[in-house]
């Protein structure tokens, strides 16, 4: 008698506990995921961009590449970080004084820069689902060269110069998510980067080395972009 009760409370036992995992199991099949409701940059994000920056007429030509990644939620957005890296270089410019005074006529800039953005929707932004908007402050150098060579009354000549100077800067950008992962954008920027040239100059034989003209990439610009969100 003590066997069969004993039986039975094991069966009904097993039955509960089994009852109990079909159920835990239907529960986290059926658990629905939470969708994300807009794109801008979150915690672990990483946003790789190549960008380009020219004026019209292509008298200067700026190309680069730069990522950041979302590392901290900052009051109701996100705070990023990342870096770029940027070379410019002086195209229709330099070619017209190449043809006009039959001189070799060359400019070019490399700027890295550390940069932090601040990734931020308004709380009611219905239409804006596929949009990231951020304001962003970036620091680093401008590395410059500039140099023009040729023949003038018959002795070789050449002036190069180069120098190192500061470069800081603020700003506000935006992105756009034609896919998932795929974006276009760009950033409006107000910058300060400018320095004085250590340069040589050359006349046949005689040489001569000073600090004296000035260069300057300080103001606004707008610099396009397109990336990828990893």
């Known amino acids: 008698m003590q066997g069969r009760i004993a039986m039975l409370c094991l069966a009904s036992l097993l039955t ?9 199991a239907t529960e986290t ?3 629905p995921t939470t969708p994300r409701l807009n794109r801008v940059q979150g915690v672990g994000d990483i946003d790789a961009r190549a960008m380009i920056n020219a004026d ?3 008298a200067f030509v700026n190309l680069g590449v730069g990522a950041d990644v ?10 990023a970080i990342g870096g770029e890296f940027e070379v410019g270089a002086c195209v ?7 043809t006009v005074t039959g001189y070799s006529w060359s400019h070019m800039f490399y700027s890295p820069h550390a940069r932090a953005s601040y990734h931020l929707l308004p709380s009611s932004s219905p ?16 590395i410059t ?4 060579a040729g023949i003038a009354s018959g002795t ?6 180069s120098d190192v100077g500061p470069s800081v800067g603020l700003g506000v950008g935006g992105k756009y998510f034609f896919s998932d992962n795929l974006f276009f954008g760009a950033e409006g920027r107000l910058r300060y980067s400018a320095g004085q040239y250590t340069y040589t100059a050359r006349a046949g034989n005689v040489s001569i080395t000073d600090s004296q003209s000035s260069w300057s990439l300080s103001g606004f610009n707008v610099q396009l972009f397109v990336g990828l969100r990893l």
Request: proline content about 3%; overall charge negative.
């Open 16 to 24: 509960v506990t089994s009852a109990r995992a079909q159920t835990s």
């Open 29 to 31: 099949q059926v658990a």
């Open 56 to 58: 019209i007429v292509l």
């Open 70 to 79: 979302g590392v901290l939620p900052l009051g109701p957005g996100v705070l």
């Open 92 to 98: 229709s410019a330099c070619l017209l004084l190449n």
């Open 127 to 142: 239409g804006l689902e596929k949009v990231d908007l951020y304001g962003l402050a970036l620091v680093g150098a401008t």
């Open 145 to 148: 060269t500039t140099r023009v």
């Open 156 to 161: 070789d000549f050449e002036y190069a110069g």
